[in-house]
């Protein structure tokens, strides 16, 4: 039986959300602290498991998945699920290809994403689009989506690079998404791309209240001798502790994720300093 949601039940669904998370920023509580595992990438080919115990045992609370992942088989996914549970770590979301879009796919991909435990399907990257026109096809695909993800009380997103934060045809792409979307699509944001491309974060996230249910955590700094993304987090921007409390007092963050894309230190170490490092930033 297909269910459907009144303007009235939606807004009343996402006054009580507000209503529920302001006042656990306002207590002082945290959002759960997870890992975008794309960060030790190379060590979760050669051995899951352990990756994922090591993870674990960092401190991490959650993981969010990307690629391979969409490839699985349910049975392969079941069994994830039990090595997260015997960790204590929640599937908190995966990044999923814009192919994987279409119903028969997305149906698909769903099926592990419930197997797995994660609640939202992200789209990690558009693709090659060059004009306006083609970022509200994406925001279309991202429309359909949410609904027949909604029928699973699943949800969808999506996930910036510079280029949606970068203007095209006098308008910036992400202001597109954001504009031909409903406010039940995720606008999971890099912090990391969106400062590349000279834009605010939190200038961002104010402007779209309850829509950035998760925020990645990468790090960026322009200056001589850094290499853009090449540093542990807490090394560049300096307002993370406030982006995260603007994003928890929307009324829409639940959880954070680090994303560490390359450091001169071996992938795990470098994880698990940026942990260390944001559980100091959030006091």
Known sequence: MEHTLSRRSFLGASAALAAASSPLFAAGKKPVLGLELYSVRNELAKDLPGTLKAVAKMGYEGVEFFGPYADWKLDYAKEVRKMLDDLNLKALSAHTGAKYFTPD??????????AIGSKYIVMSSAGRVTTLDGWKEVGAKLTAADAQLKKLKLRTGFHNHATEFTPLEGKRPIEVLAATTPKSVVLQLDVGTCLQAGSDPIEWTKANPGRIVSLHLKDWKNAPGHEGYRILLG?????????????????GLEY???EQEGHELPALEASEKCLQNLKKILG
């Open 105 to 114: 796919e997305l149906a698909r991909v769903a099926e592990l994403n419930l």
């Open 256 to 258: 954070v994720l680090v």
């Open 235 to 251: 090394e560049g921007y300096g307002k993370f502790k406030e982006l995260i409390q603007t994003a928890g007092k929307s009324g």
